[in-house]
């Protein structure tokens, strides 16, 4: 047993190499690992904390709980680190030039982790887009934000497709924020009927529809615009606000077509479908 307890007593003190004036052991490095998994784990523990327990009780939003839970994290992590490398006695200026060149390497190499690091950070600040939010990238990409990390967001489109966006994309292009006052958005819905129908009769029937929908808003009110007289039809827009469709425009659409459909076959309600007159000239043949 002495034997063992020598032999640990010496490994626990085997020097490794320098830092500046100060030698690092194995024993420093052993409580470095520790002390900095700990760091993680109980600064973790506190962002659910706040998270879970703390803001829901002032009646935060989930987005701003979670900016505010991964800030505080972040602080946490830098604070412990400084107080982790000054209690283990290594020389923190030799830290800072390791630093400094870990800095330019990043600056060749590590360009976009590093834009993507700071951009996260921005996000977090400002907050343009938050958990939550139903938002649409340049027209391609459109998805609701499950979660913002250090260096990208992910989105779950309606597919229920997890799409993983490097932070910068969200600082760098256009993003339509659908949600970023409230939920509540106006969708505008085309209809075109024949030009025998009367107006007035079809933004009756448009509205009954609007009205029967549990997924339109009645306040504000739903509403119809007369829009164009088009070659073959009067074009109406029907104009209504949702807040529980606002992630899935298409789904309303399709349930209001299908009921404007069945009102418009049930009042005998023609929709029109696009007409040419063709013209035949005869010439004479000998010309």
Do not use: C
């Amino acid at each position: 047993m002495d034997k063992v307890a020598h032999w640990l007593k010496n490994t626990w003190q085997i020097e490794l190499f320098h830092l500046g004036e100060s030698p690092v052991t194995t024993r420093s490095v052993v409580l470095i690992i520790i002390a900095i998994f700990i760091l993680f784990y109980l600064s973790a523990w506190i962002k659910r904390l706040l998270i879970k327990k703390v803001f829901p009780r002032y009646d935060f939003d989930i987005g701003v709980s979670l900016a505010i839970g991964t800030i505080v994290r972040y602080i946490l992590i830098i604070v412990g680190l400084f107080i982790i490398f000054q209690t283990t006695g290594l020389d923190l200026s030799a830290l800072g030039l390791m630093m400094g060149a870990l800095g330019i390497g990043i600056g060749f190499g590590l360009q976009n982790v590093t834009n993507n690091f700071i951009s996260g950070i921005i996000i977090l600040f400002e907050r343009p887009v938050k958990v939550g939010d139903r938002v649409e990238l340049d027209d391609q990409l459109s998805g609701n934000i499950s979660k913002i990390s250090a260096r990208s967001t992910t989105l779950i489109t309606n597919d229920n497709i997890a799409v993983i966006v490097p932070n910068s994309d969200f600082i760098n292009q256009r993003v339509i924020n659908w949600s970023h006052n409230n939920r509540n958005v106006r969708l505008n819905f085309p209809v075109g009927v024949s030009y025998k129908e009367d107006p007035e009769v079809i933004r009756k029937v448009l509205i009954e529809v609007a009205d029967h929908n549990s997924g339109v808003l009645k306040k504000p009110r739903p509403d119809v615009l007369f829009d164009d007289y088009a070659d073959s039809s009067l074009n109406f827009i029907l104009r209504i606000w949702t807040s529980e469709y606002s992630d899935k425009p298409k789904v309303l659409k399709s349930q209001l077509y299908y009921e404007i459909f069945r009102k418009f076959k049930e009042n005998n309600i023609e929709i029109p479908y696009p007409q040419r007159d063709v013209h035949i000239k005869s010439g004479n043949m000998d010309d």
